[in-house]
């Protein structure tokens, strides 16, 4: 295990006084198991293991082991409902969850109902800004920005410092597809750039060929994708099959699986708004990488970071709280003062949401680089 990790996540329980008792401390997790975010998924897993793996060897929190129970919700609002229900019936003392944002706007209303805390790092739709903290419920937060954030610092970063003006829209018929074009489409005419074009395609899409075709016939400068792990993958493959040489930017993942795009030279050109970087030159990032490809012989994506500091900030909000009971966990959450491995202050707005870090990053050369860090400012 990775030193630098251990010291910058788990120092604040160290001080704590071991409980009397040996019971655990249960944390779930609504997690896209299978369907169309299973590969993430599993990356997020791999950031939840990490974090309790230290904790635990540290002593736990409040004296006591914790542990996770996870439910498969596939990215879907109905199975997301299932899997909730599942976890406030376990007892669980919070949440981490769940993953897609349409699985997360479903979750919501039940998690308020329950009254227990949820804490997300993947879901971006902008509903659920809105609709957290002084927007009604309480009870969910956000360490990642939102679509109307990232594409915020995407549309100043293609005005000022890119040619790209005429861009074709493409994505996903969910709530994380719309709101990621929606809030892209916003930001668009006050930066001087044209959307001449949007599509919506459902989850599990077999063939983009008809789509591409169209879309290259527009000749844009640019594709913004607001895809899904699965068939964003499937989108790529489709594009350099037709050997289309178009730049993406919007939301694509630079990493993943899609590297194996970038590396064949797919993607050059391209430039997408993140919300984390193995790039990014920081010492508790650094060991975090290191500790990923220890374990998976590859570095972490943003699935793995925001499981990670997710899980991590819940872990230090339950040490501060000195209990398990989750209306005290929910109010060490609001005013938790907490830095992500990133090296970046997490503090949650009256919206409930901390998500002040958005990377620009690149693809030139078939190589993926950090071209701007954007702090926002709420």
Not at 89 to 117: N, R
Not at 302 to 315: E, K, P
Not at 316 to 340: H, L, M, V
Request: aromatic residues 8%; contains cysteine.
């Amino acid at each position: 295990m990775s030193r630098g990790i251990f010291a910058a996540a788990v120092w604040f329980v160290l001080a704590l006084p071991v409980a009397a008792n040996a019971q655990t401390i249960v944390i779930g997790a609504s997690v896209p198991d299978t369907g169309p975010a299973a590969a993430p998924a599993l990356w997020q897993r791999w950031g939840f293991q990490i974090a309790l793996d230290e904790v635990n060897a540290a002593g736990g929190v409040l004296g006591k082991k914790v542990e996770l129970l996870a439910y498969d919700n596939r990215c879907n609002p109905s199975e997301a409902v299932n899997a909730a229900n599942k976890l406030i019936e376990a007892k669980v003392v919070a949440i981490l969850g769940a993953h897609c944002s349409s699985a997360t706007l479903a979750t919501m209303p039940l998690i308020a109902a329950a009254k227990v805390p949820m804490v997300e790092g993947i879901a971006s739709s902008p509903k659920i800004t809105e609709l957290s903290g002084v927007g009604g419920n309480e009870w969910t937060f956000r360490i990642n920005p939102s679509d109307d954030d990232m594409m915020e610092a995407l549309g100043l970063y293609l005005s000022q410092s890119s040619k790209i003006r005429r861009v074709a829209v493409l994505g996903e018929d969910t709530d994380f597809g719309r709101g990621g074009a929606a809030a892209f489409a916003a930001v668009a005419k006050k930066d001087g750039l044209e959307v001449i074009s949007t599509d919506f395609h459902p989850q599990g899409y077999p063939d983009f060929t008809s789509l591409l075709t169209r879309i290259q016939q527009s000749r844009p400068d640019a594709i913004a994708l607001f895809q899904l792990a699965g068939d964003q993958l499937n989108f790529l493959r489709n594009a350099m099959q037709l050997g289309v040489r178009i730049p993406y930017i919007g939301r694509f993942d630079p990493g993943g699986n899609n590297l194996q795009i970038a590396q064949a030279g797919g993607m050059d050109g391209s430039i997408t708004a993140w919300t984390y970087s193995y790039l990014v030159d920081a010492p508790a990032n650094k060991a975090f990488v290191a500790e990923v490809e220890k374990r998976h012989n590859t570095t972490p994506v943003l699935q793995t970071w925001a499981g990670y500091d997710a899980m991590r900030l819940l872990l230090k909000a339950i040490a501060e709280a000195g209990s398990t009971d989750p209306t005290a966990i929910r109010d060490a959450i609001k005013k938790i003062q907490f830095t992500n491995v990133m090296g970046a202050p997490v503090k949650f707005d009256d919206h409930n949401q901390a998500g002040k870090l958005v990377l620009i990053e690149g693809i030139a050369d078939r190589k993926l680089t950090i071209l701007k860090e954007v702090s926002l400012h709420r």
